[in-house]
């Protein structure tokens, strides 16, 4: 499967749905649109997923763990099967949500390659992290509790390989009120433009609140540097979106 070839129902959740209707939440209905939900909400995810391929082809050692952690249907996980050019490797794909892990499952036994994959359903809380010379959190840390995002940080660092890539894709929100209000505003000028009503953007806003939580590209460096990744930088950025790039 290619980020082409993937199934693209129509993301119509918040049309109809009741603004009162709850928290945001990853099950089945998600999963089912999930792919054109990610494209028409998230700017730059399409080349989120193009740099991950490009850096397997580039970091990804012999021998070696791949973790996908948060990995929905997969896409990053694909990217980086398709790009893994060195013997003996592994991918392991994590998602809480069952929904998701059934159609993720079902998108890698589509796949054709010799890289391993497992698609398990766990917190990334709880699993163990070891031998990986790549590690990709697409838009996932976002979701776990503030307080959190340290440990989870540096058992990530912990248990990758010297030379090794993470790719942290996440929302910010920028220091600035005024920048931060901009940058909201042109966002969903970018959901507008991919034909979300305004309803349906304030719905999902109000169904987020406490479900994503943004914080500032400052913490997210200063949070590797601490966990003891050697490098750090943004490489993407388009609006109130990134994705950083850590080497250990
Ligand atoms: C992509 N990476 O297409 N443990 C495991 N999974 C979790 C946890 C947790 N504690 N919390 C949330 N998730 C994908 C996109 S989506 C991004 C990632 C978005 C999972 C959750 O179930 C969902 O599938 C994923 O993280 C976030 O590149 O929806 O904006």
């Known amino acids: 499967m290619s980020r082409n070839d993937q199934k693209m129902s129509k993301d119509e959740i918040f049309k109809d749905t009741d603004a009162e209707a709850g928290s945001f939440e990853f099950n089945k209905t998600v999963a089912d649109v999930f792919p054109d939900m990610l494209r028409r909400s998230i700017p730059g995810y399409d080349a989120s997923i193009d740099a ?17 952690l948060g ?8 990217a980086m099967r398709r790009n893994i050019s060195v013997p003996d ?4 794909a994590v998602d809480l949500a069952p929904a998701m892990v059934q159609r993720c499952r079902s998108e890698v036994e589509k796949l054709e390659g010799t ?3 497992s698609v398990s359903l766990a917190d990334i809380r709880d699993i163990d992290i070891n031998h990986a010379s790549m590690v990709v959190m697409n838009y996932t840390l976002q979701f776990l509790p503030v307080a959190e995002r340290v440990s989870i940080i ?10 090794g890539v993470f790719v942290l894709s996440e929302k910010v929100a920028d220091e600035d009120p005024a920048v931060e ?3 909201i505003d ?26 994503l939580i943004p914080e500032t590209i ?3 460096l200063e949070r590797l540097s601490e966990a003891g990744f050697a490098h750090s930088g943004v490489w993407l950025k388009h609006f109130n979106f990134v994705s950083i790039v850590a080497i250990r």
């Open 52 to 68: 991950i391929g490009a850096l397997a082809a580039r970091y990804v050692q012999p021998g070696t763990r791949c973790y996908d």
């Open 71 to 78: 990995c929905s249907l997969g896409a990053a996980t694909i």
């Open 89 to 92: 490797c592994e991918i392991h």
């Open 115 to 117: 890289t391993p994959v």
């Open 154 to 163: 540096s058992r990530i660092r912990e248990g990758m390989t010297e030379g």
């Open 181 to 183: 209000a901009l940058l």
């Open 186 to 211: 042109l966002h969903h000028e970018f959901k507008r433009s991919n034909a979300y009503t305004d309803l349906e953007i304030s719905r999902k806003r109000t169904a987020l609140e406490n479900v």
């Open 218 to 220: 400052a913490t997210h």
